[in-house]
């Protein structure tokens, strides 16, 4: 396979020709699996399909659940079950210590990663800073099928019971500053929501020394201003939750794939009912 990144995002001009790639990949490559799990994969689907799709989740705007009439979360459903069928997954759960000690080891060769994840990654390999030559080099970033997508974000707020809201507010007003802003996104890759800092060459210029210097600013900075924002919800975390488990069961082989999308939709309508 090529190692040019642009050469890779040539491989898989759509979805399917991504698993077709990977399905190549595992006919020579038997120790390594070509994705880590269904579930960073489901997330990376249902993230660009929700953005085109009315721009709603697993909720309406009015909170009413969505699973089995958002077409977002069923092509994102069916996307995983290609994956599982195509025998490509290295089963395992993000962000759980499996899913970690798998990286750092090589044990999948593709990870879905928005802006944040960077920051995952090479954090992992190198343990934080502890062999911080751990890796570099070694991964790279290449842009999927599909389009942009949003993935999740950080909210910052000041509590009601705070004894110093002023401070508390200055310093929120200061977190989410273009120059903070910016110093987040070299540090982790979190990509900024003010426009000045999304429009500033230091973004646009970005480029990722440990990604074997990756224009990152190039890659993921023309995707925030598209992306319009996704209604979560106010049971999204509880329902996420519990219809990823359906997700991970399907990757595991402990809920067949013929029962799946029941299950994934009985377990988010018992969350929007409780």
Same mark, same amino acid.
Request: overall charge negative.
């Given at each position: 396979?090529?190692t040019?990144r642009e050469?890779?995002? @040539?491989?898989?001009?759509?979805w399917?020709d991504?698993?077709?790639?990977g399905?190549?990949?595992?006919? @020579?490559?038997?120790?390594? @699996?070509f994705?880590?799990g269904l !579930?960073?994969?489901?997330?990376v689907? *249902?993230? /660009?399909? #929700?953005? +085109?799709?009315?721009?709603i ?5 009015d909170?009413q659940?969505?699973v089995?009439?958002n077409?977002?979360?069923k092509? #994102?459903?069916?996307?995983?079950v290609?994956? +599982?069928q195509a025998g490509i ?7 759980q210590?499996?899913?970690?000690? %798998?990286?750092r080891?090589?044990a999948? #060769?593709?990870v ?5 994840m960077?920051g995952?990654?090479q954090?992992t ?9 751990? %890796? ?5 970033v290449a ?6 997508g949003?993935?999740g974000?950080s909210? *910052?707020?000041v509590? +009601?019971q705070t +004894?110093?809201?002023?401070?508390? #507010?200055?310093?929120l007003?200061y977190l ?9 996104f070299?540090?982790?890759?979190n990509?900024?929501?003010?426009i000045p800092? /999304?429009?500033?060459?230091?973004l /646009?210029n970005a480029?990722?020394e440990?990604?074997? !210097? ?6 993921? %900075?023309?995707s ?5 924002p996704?209604y979560l %919800?106010e &049971?999204?975390?509880q329902? @996420?939750a519990?219809v990823? !488990?359906?997700?991970l ?12 999308w /029941? ?6 309508? &018992?969350v929007?009912?409780?």
């Amino acid at each position: 396979m090529p190692t040019d990144r642009e050469e890779v995002a @040539k491989l898989w001009p759509t979805w399917d020709d991504f698993i077709a790639t990977g399905q190549k990949f595992q006919e @020579k490559v038997t120790d390594v @699996k070509f994705v880590d799990g269904l !579930n960073t994969w489901f997330n990376v689907v *249902l993230s /660009q399909e #929700a953005a +085109k799709n009315g721009n709603i989740s697993y909720y309406t705007k009015d909170n009413q659940l969505a699973v089995e009439t958002n077409p977002a979360v069923k092509a #994102a459903f069916d996307f995983a079950v290609k994956v +599982k069928q195509a025998g490509i997954s290295a089963k395992l759960r993000n962000f759980q210590d499996p899913w970690l000690a %798998g990286m750092r080891k090589g044990a999948f #060769a593709t990870v879905g990663c928005p802006g944040w994840m960077l920051g995952v990654v090479q954090g992992t390999v190198t343990e934080d800073g502890k062999n911080a030559d751990a %890796g570099k080099g070694q991964w790279d970033v290449a842009t999927v099928p599909g389009g942009s997508g949003n993935w999740g974000g950080s909210w *910052l707020a000041v509590p +009601k019971q705070t +004894k110093h809201p002023k401070e508390a #507010a200055e310093l929120l007003n200061y977190l989410t500053s273009p120059e903070a802003q910016l110093m987040a996104f070299k540090e982790g890759g979190n990509l900024p929501s003010t426009i000045p800092a /999304q429009d500033s060459p230091e973004l /646009q210029n970005a480029v990722n020394e440990w990604f074997s !210097n990756a224009p990152i600013g190039k890659i993921f %900075g023309p995707s925030v201003k598209s992306l319009p924002p996704i209604y979560l %919800g106010e &049971k999204h975390s509880q329902t @996420k939750a519990e219809v990823e !488990n359906v997700i991970l069961g399907m990757d595991d082989g402990s809920i067949p794939v013929d029962q799946a999308w /029941q299950r994934f939709i009985s377990e988010a309508k &018992k969350v929007a009912e409780g």
